[in-house]
């Protein structure tokens, strides 16, 4: 008799009992399409997705307002004077940042930090000043279409530099992620060229392609030792030492190199405002890239920044009346696609092989054996009496 609530004994399937095959069955790890598409939202809809989406683009925002009031200072008022202009970056940094270092006591103070690293600050703040004066000066020489492709170039220099340097290991669909950024800069540099921005610019495309790699990897170089040092150091040293040496240095390139330019600003109230819109935005650049660098890394910033060139642009369509093309729209979705899809599988660190750690000798040896030795040896006291003589006891 079967027990209230028993199972049925299941019937005999007349497939099997006939010598037939069974179907095949679904794979376990087979899922609906539907089911997909919610794991990759839930992957990638998180608020570290979003807040690198949105540190990054604000960071693009304050590129491009260094890229359009130098553009407006050099095609309205005949300005161009980027070294004045870095030089005014370097000067706020000094009087932040420096001075807070200057405040500082103990091994974190200004003095401590020049005592122990100060050749290596002045090789970086070397790299970050001429960085921005070689980009900025290679478009004297070649197209924007050329600075725009070649600029990209950093990028795996900055890939390479992070793989030696902070030992970050990559996989496979990082790889893909970058490919699909360099894919949307193509969009945008096909965009430039249908539209005829490429047009007219550049008197020596060579000389300007050179210039164009090397700040493409002077710009690497300086983002790897910022990533570096802002997340092993501190934010403000790096922004105090790069304000330190990068016054000194770019003062003494902007007299021997700018000093007739200078002579040739004719000031006015609407030059001098773009001078101060740039500084502040320089500032902010420089000021806030460590912050986002903390989080994520100095290739993702490097991915996520390729979208300053189409902010840029959008200005452009009514300061200086450029023609638009919706390569730009396709252009700005690939790119953030790839942008989100790096971000969206964190890379790792490889750790240093540990190296064998050589024996202890003497009274650590002693004391290893006498621990190993605890639960046979009876417990020994050693006592200090007052005229120096040694009791022992054992219990």
């Known amino acids: 008799m079967e027990e209230p609530g028993a199972a049925a004994p299941a019937a005999p399937d ?21 089911r997909l598409l919610a794991l990759l939202g839930a992957k990638l809809c998180t608020w570290h997705i979003w807040k690198t989406i949105i540190l990054g683009q604000l960071i693009s925002l304050f590129i491009c307002g260094t890229a359009v009031t130098s553009q407006y200072l050099a095609e309205k008022y005949q300005v161009g004077t980027p070294m004045l202009q870095s030089f005014i970056n370097y000067v706020l940094l000094l009087l932040i940042y420096t001075t807070m270092l200057a405040l500082r006591t103990g091994s974190d103070s200004l003095w401590q930090i020049l005592k122990k690293r100060w050749w290596k600050y002045i090789f970086l703040g070397l790299v970050d000043v001429e960085a921005n004066y070689v980009i900025v000066k290679a478009y004297q020489y070649t197209t924007l279409t050329s ?17 030696f340097i902070l030992r970050a290991r990559y996989r496979l669909i990082h790889f893909v992620a ?25 008197s020596d495309v060579v000389i300007g392609d050179v210039l164009v790699l090397l700040g493409a990897s002077l710009y690497a170089i300086s983002n790897v030792s910022e990533e570096y040092i802002v997340k092993n150091l501190s934010r403000v040293e790096f922004l105090g030492m790069v304000g330190l040496f990068g016054t000194i240095i770019s003062g003494l390139q902007l007299a021997i190199v700018e000093h ?31 912050v986002v660098m903390k989080v994520t890394s100095a290739t993702s910033v490097n991915l996520g920044i390729l979208t300053s060139d189409l902010y840029s642009l959008f200005f452009g369509l009514f300061l200086f009346r450029y023609k638009f093309s919706g390569l730009y729209i396709l252009s700005f979705v690939v790119i953030i696609g790839g942008f989100v899809l790096y971000i969206s599988t964190p890379t790792h660190t490889a750790e240093p092989t540990a190296l064998p750690q050589p024996g202890s000798s003497g009274l650590d040896n002693a004391a290893l054996k006498l621990e190993e030795s605890d639960g046979d040896a009876p417990a020994v006291t050693v006592q200090f009496t007052r005229g120096e003589t040694v009791v022992v006891s054992t219990d």
Not at 14 to 34: D, F, L
Not at 156 to 161: G, Q, S
Not at 265 to 285: G, S
């Open 14 to 34: 007349p497939a099997a009992a006939a010598g037939a095959e069974p179907s095949p069955s679904p794979p376990p790890g087979a899922a609906p399409p539907r």
């Open 147 to 163: 600075v725009q492709l070649l600029d990209c170039f950093g990028i795996p220099v900055l890939m390479a530099l992070s793989w």
């Open 178 to 202: 970058v490919a699909i950024c360099l894919l949307g800069v193509g969009a945008m540099v096909g965009a430039d060229i249908l539209s005829g921005r490429n047009e007219g610019e550049g």
């Open 260 to 290: 007739r330019e200078l002579m040739r600003v004719q000031w006015n109230w609407e030059v001098a405002l773009l001078f101060t819109v740039f500084a502040l935005c320089m500032f902010a650049l420089y000021s806030f890239m460590p």
